[in-house]
């Protein structure tokens, strides 16, 4: 199982960037799928997730409405659509997916990630 991230560069505050994960190996479909990131000197965190069906998405409190997660299963890809970026949101983005189907809290504990796109946001 391979997820291979893209999208990632450098933007102005302000600006926007379209992550892409794309899955191989295995058909993510009826797995959660999400992004994570991480800044230097800081832990992983947790930024949005969608279920398997893309009907349900969460997000961490910093980016509600700015970011909006999305998928396309025929594609076996997940998207972050990243609006109005600030420069705390510039990290290391990496996607990640469940390792089991139809689990609603998967992002708690991933079974897959992926290498990981870099997003700087200048001020």
């Known amino acids: 199982v391979q997820l291979q991230a893209s999208g990632g560069g450098l933007v102005q505050a302000g600006g926007s960037l379209r992550l892409s994960c794309a899955a191989s190996?295995?058909?993510?479909?009826?797995?959660?799928m999400g992004w994570f990131r991480q800044a230097p000197g800081k832990e992983r965190e947790f930024v949005a997730s969608?279920?398997?069906?893309?009907?349900?998405?969460y997000y961490e409190e910093a980016v509600k409405g700015r970011f909006t997660i999305s998928r396309d299963n025929a594609k076996n890809t997940v998207y972050l659509q990243m609006n109005s970026l600030k420069p705390e949101d510039s990290a290391v983005y990496y996607c990640?997916?469940?390792?089991?189907?139809?689990?609603?809290?998967?992002?708690?504990?991933?079974?897959?990630w992926g290498q990981g796109t870099q997003v700087t946001v200048s001020s």
């Open positions: 190996g295995r058909t993510f479909s009826n797995y959660g």
């Open positions: 969608i279920n398997w069906i893309g009907s349900g998405t």
């Open positions: 990640a997916a469940a390792g089991r189907p139809y689990t609603g809290t998967w992002y708690r504990n991933p079974a897959y």
